[in-house]
Structures are given as C-alpha cells and as structure tokens.
C-alpha cells in the first residue's frame, strides 16, 4: 500500500487540494474543493476509474464572519483532504484483514473435508467483496467440485482470472499458478481432461515446482518427463527446458 505526495493546486477562484493513492495496484484521485458560499461546503470526493468511491462533505459556514477567511478556509480543506485519505486508506487495509480471515476459515474448513461449508462461507464473502479475484476463484472451483455445478464454476474461475488481469495489470502472472489450479480442477469435474492438462502446465510455467499441480498432473499421468534425467526436476536446466518446450506448444 503506498500514497503519492500530496499536490496542492491553489487559485484566487476555487481552491482546491488533489492527490493519488495505490492501494493494492488499484490507483485512486483523491480531490477536495470548495463548491462555493452559496452552499459553504467543502466537498472531498475520492474516484476510480472516474467514478465516486467515498465522499465527505462538511459545512464551512462558521467561517465566513473571520477576518482571515481564505487563510482558515484553506487550512480547513488540508485538514479534510488529509484525513479523509487517511480514513479511506485506513479502511482498505481492515478490508484487507477481513479478507486474510475469510481465506483462514476456508482453507481451516477445507482441511477438514467440509467443502459445503467452505463454499457457503465463499459465499458470505463474495457479498462483501463481489469483485475480489481471489474469492471467485475458490469459490468456482468449490462450485463445481461441491456443489456438482462444474459448467457454473469454470465460468467463474475464468471470470476471476480475467478479473485478476484488470485489478492487477502488472505482475498478475505471479498468481497464475492458484488460479489455474483451481481452473484445471473444475475442468476436471466438468470431465474436460484436455483442458484441465493444458491449463495445469500454463500454471506451471509461471511456478515449475508448484506441488499441487503437479499431483493433479501425476494423477492424470500426464506429468511431463524429465528433459535431462539425471537432473532434478527444479534444476535450473529442467525449468528451462521445460519453459522453452511449453511456449513453443503454446505458439
């Protein structure tokens, strides 16, 4: 989570306070101004992607009888733009925390076989967080392995890793791997072999030693032979052998 600093943009008409914020690669324009005397309000207004995310507006109407009016007008918008940005960063970072927890219980529940409950906690997330990547992913494949709905979830694990492309534009390729796990796993159910092998060792390419992949892999006897045997599947020579051959199936 990080914060660009601060831009203040001042005129003799409408001053005004605007920054950016990254939270979690999505960029946020933090804007504050004054909407004028007739209304004596100090508008904040937070955007992505242009539209409005979070507003706070406050009434600036005790100020208008002070000798330093300007003076007190501008310190007051600074105050407001600074802790509105503070409190919206600070809320992010408990959403990020309550998201950490749902990813405990599922994976707590997981391992103890019960994937009804697993799924129906996916659920309640997916209700407070509809777009998360992450979320719809599990979810997709627990739709289809759970709830026996296999077409259901491998429209949705495709839907999060297109979701996970836009949220995260640059280094998304670094979650491939869980993502396509999860892909190959109601491809599986949906008894679609072909392209539950294919996207395991898309997965793969971004993690040659994901062990996971691997098992689904060993179990369908599909896991790829050594390029040079006498050499450990992770040796540096095997990956990138193994890289080479992939992307030149791929093309």
């Not at 989570?1 to 990254?22: G, W």
């Not at 709905?149 to 640059?170: H, M, N, S, W, Y």
């Not at 599986?188 to 062990?211: I, T």
């Given at each position: 989570?990080?914060?660009?600093?601060?831009?203040?943009?001042?005129?003799?008409?409408?001053?005004?306070?605007?920054?950016?914020?990254?939270i979690d690669n999505l960029k946020y324009h933090v804007?504050?101004?004054?909407?004028?005397?007739?209304?004596?309000?100090?508008?904040?207004?937070?955007?992505?992607?242009?539209?409005?995310?979070?507003?706070?507006?406050?009434?600036?109407?005790?100020?208008?009888?002070?000798?330093?009016?300007?003076?007190?007008?501008?310190?007051?918008?600074?105050?407001?733009?600074?802790?509105?940005?503070?409190?919206?960063?600070?809320?992010?970072?408990?959403?990020?925390?309550?998201?950490?927890?749902?990813?405990?219980?599922?994976?707590?529940?997981?391992?103890?076989?019960?994937?009804?409950?697993?799924?129906?906690?996916?659920?309640?997330?997916?209700?407070?967080?509809?777009?998360?990547?992450?979320l719809l992913s599990y979810y997709g494949c627990l739709?289809?392995?759970?709830?026996?709905?296999?077409?259901?979830?491998?429209?949705?694990?495709?839907?999060?890793?297109?979701?996970?492309?836009?949220?995260?534009?640059?280094g998304s390729d670094f979650f491939y791997p869980v993502?396509?796990?999860?892909?190959?796993?109601?491809?599986?159910?949906?008894?679609?072999?072909?392209?539950?092998?294919?996207?395991?060792?898309?997965?793969?390419?971004?993690?040659?030693?994901?062990?996971?992949?691997?098992?689904?892999?060993?179990?369908?006897?599909?896991?790829?032979?050594?390029?040079?045997?006498?050499?450990?599947?992770?040796?540096?020579?095997?990956?990138?052998?193994?890289?080479?051959?992939?992307?030149?199936?791929?093309?």
């Open positions: 989570m990080a914060a660009k600093s601060l831009v203040k943009v001042v005129s003799r008409h409408s001053p005004s306070f605007s920054n950016s914020i990254i804007q504050t101004e004054n909407l004028g005397k007739k209304t004596c309000t100090i508008a904040t207004r937070i955007y992505l992607s242009g539209e409005i995310v979070f507003f706070r507006d406050s009434d600036y109407s005790h100020l208008l009888k002070l000798r330093e009016f300007d003076k007190k007008l501008l310190s007051m918008m600074e105050n407001q733009h600074k802790s509105t940005t503070d409190f919206f960063i600070k809320g992010q970072a408990s959403k990020q925390k309550q998201k950490s927890h749902f990813f405990e219980e599922v994976q707590g529940l997981l391992k103890k076989g019960a994937g009804k409950d697993a799924l129906a906690l996916l659920g309640d997330a997916l209700q407070k967080f509809p777009d998360d990547p992450f739709m289809a392995i759970v709830n026996n709905k296999p077409g259901e979830g491998v429209a949705i694990c495709l839907k999060a890793i297109k979701r996970l492309d836009e949220t995260i534009p640059f993502f396509y796990l999860n892909l190959g796993r109601a491809y599986l159910k949906a008894n679609k072999k072909q392209e539950a092998v294919a996207v395991f060792y898309h997965g793969l390419k971004n993690d040659l030693d994901n062990k996971d992949i691997h098992q689904e892999l060993a179990r369908l006897g599909n896991r790829r032979k050594l390029s040079v045997p006498f050499l450990r599947r992770s040796h540096p020579i095997n990956k990138y052998i193994g890289l080479l051959t992939e992307n030149k199936k791929g093309k």
